[in-house]
């Protein structure tokens, strides 16, 4: 499975320019750290050719979430859910309707 971590540089509070360029290297940082190390064992599931989108942003309070952009199995979104729980991040809620259904289960 291909796995891909996207940072979102949408701050929905506005901070200073010095903390704002902190916040985004650090939110880099941890979009490689995920991708590369914590969800590598994902580029052993089949089928090896599906993959798996991930977003990256802060929230109001400068916590990390996440969220799954595609359709991936149960397995998938649950072992991304254990990783992402393990590092402290939370589920991007979101009331958009693009997003697909079967993340509802985290909300």
């Known amino acids: 499975m291909i796995v891909t971590v996207v ?23 941890f979009a490689e750290e995920l991708q590369a190390i914590h969800l590598k064992d994902l580029e052993f599931v089949e089928p090896f050719l599906a993959d798996v989108v991930v ?3 802060y929230n109001s309070k400068y916590t990390i979430r996440w ?7 149960k397995e ?3 072992a991304v859910a254990e990783v992402c729980a393990k590092l402290n991040y ?8 693009n997003v697909f259904n079967a993340q509802k ?3």
Not at 67 to 73: A, F, K, L
Not at 90 to 97: C, D, E, K
């Open 90 to 97: 939370i589920y991007w809620r979101t009331p958009t309707l």
């Open 7 to 29: 940072p979102i540089f949408d701050f929905e509070v506005q901070p200073n320019q010095p903390l704002k360029k902190v916040m985004t290297e650090r939110l880099k940082r």
């Open 105 to 107: 289960r985290y909300l």
């Open 67 to 73: 969220r799954i952009t595609n359709d991936v199995p």
């Open 55 to 57: 977003y990256l942003s």
């Open 76 to 78: 998938v979104e649950s």
